[in-house]
């Protein structure tokens, strides 16, 4: 493809040049044929002259023939000399060489005749005067009365004079007009002006002149140059345009390289940018949209040419951020610098995200302040996560809270005991008081009062441990057995990593929705899962294995944890479920205890079973219920 406008022009030049070359050989031909007609011309007029000076002296020779008078003769030789320039001499001879006229033109030295007297008219060779002038000589015999030979007459013509008057201006203007001899030797020349053009004619003037030619040679036409130089023209031109083309290819390329670059540049951006987890958007200093990347498209639930261009409030803030959005907008500006926050987004199909910005400002090429550049990241199950580790941490210190009831019983067991041993000794001391004869009422009343105040003390410390405890009533309601587990094994994964510990946890499928108090039993979970990493974490690596499993069995979802651990003793089995029973220097033994209470209010039950080699197997029943 490259090649075909050069194709074209090379083509174009070609033509040009044939069609050029054409006509200028057309006009050469031209030339050629109006150069022979011309130099057919000359000769013609030439020789139709010295024809005419033959003929002229013939007549008067005839004319005098006879006559006894030269003067006549003479009269009219001298007359034809006069009116004719290049006759520049005549001799009269008679029979003995005897001059008996002579007319000479000044500067003219005639050679003498000194052959023998020829029958009829002669014309000489053409020769050089002895003033270096080139002439031929014409002789014709003269006969008197008889007819017998009288005389002779010598007749010089200068050839030089002859080309001047018998060669018209329109010829020598065209061409350099020659004399030239057989072997093209220069005779005598009309114009000083030498033609240098390779085409010539030469026509041969014999007769009457023998071995004179006559050549025309062409001054160079005007027209030829100015086809040579329309032909330079054309190459020159096409050479041009050549070369503009090949400029032209050149930068073609290039850009098209550019273009190439630029795209796989935009492609592989592109690619960067939709492969891109966190949203990116960018926004003017007015809030207008300028950029945004798919991932941001998928965090609002909107396309790209949906986003762009517009300006606050967005549709993506819920109405309770929009004042927010609008002021720390106008503060951004105030004061440009990077800054991250939290903001909530509310996705197109109406889900309300929790997002954490990232805003830095957006600085053109001249470092102008023109906008901010935003990344945002989904954080709503982070958060979600962070919510329900904040209320395990709260059920947690429920349980905590529970677990030092333990203590607590043994204290108030401690603290009832004072109360009832006081009201125990003021009633005996009361009694005794009315069996004396004389009752001392104020002791009476004493004892009575001492009484009732330990009476107080002790239903008011009764009370308190009853708030204390029943600080939370179970709400039971279908729950997914699965959700439970997996918050229960999200909550211990960090631990399990730490202890290295695997876990094989077969996730309840299809999906079983039990009726439950969802933090309780995951209490329950933790607590278990906690007894079993207990039991494991100090074993050799292979051994520190737990399983979580579940199962169906007549209504109840059975859920099963099972560890490789130490194992419990034969006599601890049947005290397991026993407040304050503990193997461990830090237990307080009512973990198992507290396990049991919740899966009992769930109307469950919760068993040890013993295995045959080492480790321990818990499992509880939930009721099952319908979604
Ligand atoms: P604590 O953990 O405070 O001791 P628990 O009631 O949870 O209280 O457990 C009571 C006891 O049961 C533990 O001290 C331990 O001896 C035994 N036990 C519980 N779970 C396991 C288990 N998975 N493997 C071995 N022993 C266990």
Not at 355 to 384: C, N, Y
Not at 417 to 423: A, D, E, F, T
Request: with cysteine; net charge negative; aromatic share 8%.
């Amino acid at each position: 493809m490259m090649y075909l406008p050069i194709l074209a022009i090379v083509m174009i030049v070609l033509l040009i040049s044939i069609f050029i070359f054409v006509v200028r050989q057309e006009r050469l031909e031209e030339q050629k044929y109006k150069l022979i007609e011309d130099t057919l011309w000359v000769e013609q007029n030439l020789s139709f002259h010295l024809k005419l000076h033959e003929t002229n002296l013939e007549r008067i020779l005839l004319d005098s023939q006879g006559m006894e008078s030269q003067s006549l003769i003479m009269t009219r030789l001298q007359h034809l000399k006069t009116i004719h320039n290049e006759v520049a001499a005549i001799t009269w001879y008679d029979t003995k060489q005897n001059v008996l006229a002579h007319f000479s033109s000044v500067g003219v030295q005639q050679k003498p005749w000194t052959l023998a007297i020829p029958a009829t008219r002669v014309w000489g060779l053409a020769y050089t005067t002895e003033e270096g002038q080139a002439a031929v000589d014409l002789v014709l015999p003269t006969l008197d009365a008889n007819n017998e030979i009288s005389g002779l007459l010598q007749v010089t013509i200068l050839l030089g004079e002859l080309l001047l008057n018998h060669v018209p201006w329109w010829i020598v203007e065209s061409y350099e007009v020659v004399l030239v001899g057989l072997d093209n030797e220069e005779i005598v020349r009309r114009s000083q002006n030498v033609a240098l053009n390779p085409l010539s004619h030469t026509m041969s003037l014999d007769p009457p002149l023998h071995g004179v030619n006559v050549r025309l040679t062409p001054y160079s036409s005007p027209f030829l140059p100015l086809l040579n130089s329309l032909i330079m023209a054309v190459i020159g031109l096409a050479a041009l345009a050549i070369i503009n083309l090949m400029v032209q290819f050149y930068y073609a390329r290039k850009r098209q390289q550019a273009e190439q670059a630029l795209l796989s540049e935009k492609a592989f951006r592109s690619a960067m940018e939709n492969s891109m987890t966190t949203g990116m958007r960018a926004r003017d200093l007015q809030g207008k949209i300028l950029y945004v990347n798919s991932a941001f498209c998928r965090l609002v639930g909107r396309k790209k040419e949906e986003i762009i261009g517009l300006t606050p409030p967005m549709p993506w803030w819920p109405s309770e951020v929009v004042s927010e959005a609008q002021e720390r907008h106008y503060l951004q500006n105030q004061m440009p610098r990077a800054q991250s926050f939290e903001t909530r987004f509310q996705h197109s199909s109406g889900k309300i995200l929790d997002v954490q910005v990232h805003e830095a400002p957006l600085i053109d090429t001249e470092g102008k302040h023109v906008g901010w550049m935003g990344s945002m990241i989904d954080i709503s199950s982070r958060k979600e996560q962070e919510e329900h580790a904040d209320r395990q941490v709260q059920a947690l210190q429920q349980t905590a809270h529970l677990m030092t009831l333990g203590e607590m019983t043994t204290t108030l067991a401690h603290e009832l005991n004072q109360p009832l041993s006081v009201i125990a000794s003021y009633a005996a001391g009361c009694f005794n008081a009315l069996s004396d004869p004389v009752v001392d009422k104020d002791t009476l009343r004493y004892g009575i009062e001492q009484i009732a105040l330990q009476n107080k003390r002790a239903g008011e410390i009764i009370r308190r441990t009853h708030d204390f405890v029943r600080k939370r009533e179970p709400v039971l309601r279908p729950e997914s057995l699965r959700g439970i587990l997996d918050s229960c094994t999200e909550i211990m994964r960090k631990d399990f990593l730490k202890h290295r510990v695997a876990l094989n946890y077969q996730k309840p499928f299809p999906e079983i929705q039990v009726l439950a108090d969802k933090i309780m039993i995951e209490q329950v979970v933790l607590n278990l899962l906690n007894n079993a990493l207990e039991a494991v974490r100090y074993l050799p690596l292979q051994q520190r294995n737990i399983q979580l499993t579940t199962q169906i069995q007549e209504g109840y979802a059975l859920v099963i944890v099972r560890d490789t651990g130490v194992g419990v003793d034969e006599e601890l089995v049947p005290l397991l479920f026993q407040p304050f029973t503990t193997t461990k220097s830090q237990g307080m033994g009512i973990g198992l205890n507290i396990c049991r209470s919740i899966i009992e209010l769930h109307r469950g039950t919760i068993w040890f079973e013993a295995i045959e080699k080492t480790g321990a197997c818990f499992v509880f029943s939930v009721p099952i219920t319908e979604a």
